[in-house]
């Protein structure tokens, strides 16, 4: 089993910055997917950012969704394995309680799907 910690949401205007960090404990060795999830009350969560540690090609090690391409930059600390998400130009779409997720999955591309290990959450609040 893996636990997640998640630090680094608060509230902040339209355009600025924040960095979410993920502390992975347990048996982190087993972790090869990492990823950012998000969901607002009564909303499906969605995935964010995923970061392959495993699998590197021409489409890179990183994913992304769409809308937050070109403003997100998902990241791993491998020694001390903490996972962050640098989140820039912050819209108030992005408003959301994140949540780091983990799987060991083997084969193929890191998915979106089947996360199994969940962090609590940080809430993270861009105002107009």
């Known amino acids: 089993q893996v636990q997640l910690v998640e630090s680094g949401g608060g509230s902040v205007q339209a355009g600025g910055s924040l960095r979410l960090s993920c502390v992975a404990s347990?048996?982190?060795?087993?972790?090869?997917?990492m990823g950012w999830f998000r969901q607002a009350p009564g909303n499906e969560r969605e995935g964010v950012a995923i970061?392959?540690?495993?699998?590197?090609?021409?489409?890179?090690?990183?994913n992304y969704t769409d809308s937050v391409k070109g403003r997100f930059t998902i990241s791993k600390d491998f020694a001390k394995n903490i996972l962050y998400l640098q989140m820039n130009t912050l819209k108030p779409e992005d408003t959301a309680m994140y949540f780091c997720?983990?799987?060991?999955?083997?084969?193929?591309?890191?998915?979106?799907?089947?996360?199994?290990?969940w962090g609590q959450g940080t809430q993270v609040i861009v105002s107009s």
């Open positions: 997720a983990a799987k060991p999955q083997w084969s193929s591309r890191c998915s979106w799907q089947n996360f199994a290990y």
């Open positions: 347990g048996h982190t060795s087993t972790i090869r997917c």
């Open positions: 970061f392959d540690s495993a699998v590197f090609t021409s489409a890179g090690n990183t």
